[in-house]
T-cell receptor
Framework: GENVEQHPSTLSVQEGDSAVIKCTYSDSASNYFPWYKQELGKRPQLIID?????GEKKDQRIAVTLNKTAKHFSLHITETQPEDSAVYFCAVYYTDKLIFGTGTRLQVFP | KAGVTQTPRYLIKTRGQQVTLSCSPI?????VSWYQQTPGQGLQFLFEYFSETQRNKGNFPGRFSGRQFSNSRSEMNVSTLELGDSALYLCASSLQGAREKLFFGSGTQLSVL
């Protein structure tokens, strides 16, 4: 079955710096890669996604890159702000279900 | 448009009991999936229902079951509760399935004593 690894598990950055979270997957048949953000005590919300026919996607300060050959994809947040502090989950669509990574707790210090 | 609603918000049960959780999806959404969230384990897929049929199942024991009604509302049942079942149970709805944006509910926090 599919296996999703997410690193790092925690990440602390200074406000204004960039943050990068990386996920690797095992099955080349996987073809949809969303990222969800979960603020403390809140429900997860989709922030960006990418499909396997695209290498990069941007939405303001957030971008996702996909390397199908190496089977990894990354979330990039530029100019981080305190409101970016949350747990971020990557996910991989495989055999009609989403497999989530274990999450990265991002803390942005002012 | 109302979001995904889960009830109850909190539950406290003892070992051996059973529990039923409810999820009302966004109007028009036919897919409802359930996830178990525990610290350090992320979100683990339980099952997905689409048009009243279980379309997919994760690697959980048979004590975990679910169903979906004709109005797309879904219930999840856990029988013979164990301490390890303590978790936040999240449901998510979408129009067609997991290959598109999922809308999550606030979850049901289950504590098994």
């Amino acid at each position: 079955g599919e296996n999703v690894e997410q690193h790092p598990s925690t990440l602390s950055v200074q406000e204004g710096d960039s943050a990068v979270i990386k996920c690797t997957y095992s099955d080349s048949a996987s073809n949809y890669f969303p990222w969800y953000k979960q603020e403390l005590g809140k429900r997860p919300q989709l922030i960006i996604d990418i499909r396997s026919n695209v290498g990069e996607k941007k939405d303001q300060r957030i971008a996702v890159t996909l390397n199908k050959t190496a089977k990894h994809f990354s979330l990039h947040i530029t100019e981080t702000q305190p409101e970016d502090s949350a747990v971020y989950f990557c996910a991989v669509y495989y055999t009609d279900k989403l497999i989530f990574g274990t999450g990265t707790r991002l803390q942005v210090f002012p | 448009k109302a979001g995904v609603t889960q009830t109850p918000r909190y539950l406290i049960k003892t070992r051996g009991q059973q529990v039923t959780l409810s999820c009302s999806p966004i109007s028009g959404h036919r897919s409802v999936s359930w996830y178990q969230q525990t610290p350090g384990q992320g979100l683990q897929f339980l099952f997905e229902y689409f048009s009243e049929t279980q379309r997919n199942k994760g690697n959980f024991p048979g004590r975990f079951s679910g169903r979906q009604f004709s109005n797309s509302r879904s219930e999840m049942n856990v029988s013979t509760l164990e301490l390890g079942d303590s978790a936040l149970y999240l449901c998510a709805s979408s129009l067609q399935g997991a290959r598109e944006k999922l809308f999550f509910g606030s979850g049901t926090q289950l504590s098994v004593l």
